[in-house]
């Protein structure tokens, strides 16, 4: 595969920002959004619940979770591979912590509930005719707690 430099580097900075607009819907609880950046048939595996197929799927998965649930995700060391053209893979160590909307916050915010987990993204990403890139398959998995 023959690639040029500037192709590439605008490749990965576009799978990146992709991966990072993920964790900031999940984040803000745009279901919608979050499901926008997949694929219309793309894949997303969850840690903690059965694998949800399509953008309609993925809404409803993050829909059924309790409204006061409070996440931040920091995505760190995203590494993307370019594997084609119009395909790339990324990997990204995610950090969570996980609240509760219902608890007032203070003037270092909200208190975490339970103990930070280190997890991973693995998405497989594909380039749009418009040039975006878009999700195809997202397996998340959680790798260390304490």
Known sequence: MLID???LLSAEAGCRRIVLLSAH????GDHAGLAALFTPDGALHRPS???AQGRGA?????QARP???LTR?????TLVEVTAPDQASAVSR???WVGDDRDAPGPQGRPRRGAPLLGKFADRLRRQPDGSWL???REASFELHG
């Open 5 to 7: 430099e500037i192709t």
């Open 25 to 28: 819907c999940i984040d803000a």
């Open 49 to 51: 619940g059965e694998p």
């Open 58 to 62: 993925i809404t409803a998965a993050y």
């Open 67 to 69: 409204p006061e649930r």
């Open 73 to 77: 995700h920091l995505v760190v060391s």
């Open 94 to 96: 995610v950090l969570l």
């Open 135 to 137: 999700i195809e398959r």
